[in-house]
Structure formats: structure tokens, C-alpha cells
């Protein structure tokens, strides 16, 4: 599994194998995937810039909140067609 499935598929375990059909055949939620994934790297490095950078914390925090939200939509609506 890749590290941006990899990331999705830790916050959303029980979606793990529609996760893997979806980011290898729908180039939309793979590209979720990746923004994710990315948003999850840029997060690690501003938290751990500590108190250099709480605006950046909070901005990426966000970012990668509202990714999970629309990763998580259209999980929902595959498993439900």
C-alpha cells in the first residue's frame, strides 16, 4: 500500500479495501489521496517547528480535516451504491 493510501486507510480502517479500489481506479479520489497524504507531511513539519509556527498548525490541521471529510463522502456514497 502506498503512503498516500496508507494515510487514509490508518484515519479510516474500516474503509481500507474500498480505499484501495477507489485510489486505483478513480483518478479524482486518488488525487484526494495524495492532497491528503501531502497535508499530513506538511502538518508533521510545522508541529514540529513547535511554537514557530502555530498559524501554519492550524491552516494544515484544517486542510487535512476537510480532505478526511470529502474522502470519507464519497467512501460513504461507493458503499452504499
Not at 490508518?10 to 481506479?25: D, G, M, V, W
Not at 483518478?27 to 491528503?36: A, G, K, L, V
Request: glycine share 2%; net charge negative.
Amino acid at each position: 500500500m502506498s503512503d498516500e493510501i496508507e494515510t487514509l486507510a490508518r484515519q479510516f480502517p474500516q474503509h481500507a479495501s474500498t480505499i484501495r479500489r477507489l485510489q486505483a481506479r478513480d483518478p479524482s479520489f486518488r488525487s484526494i489521496c495524495d492532497d491528503h497524504a501531502e497535508a499530513q507531511r506538511a502538518l508533521k513539519h510545522w508541529e514540529a517547528a513547535g511554537q514557530a509556527a502555530p498559524e501554519r498548525v492550524a491552516e494544515y490541521r484544517e486542510i487535512v480535516k476537510e480532505l478526511e471529510a470529502e474522502a470519507l463522502a464519497i467512501l460513504e456514497t461507493f458503499q452504499s451504491n
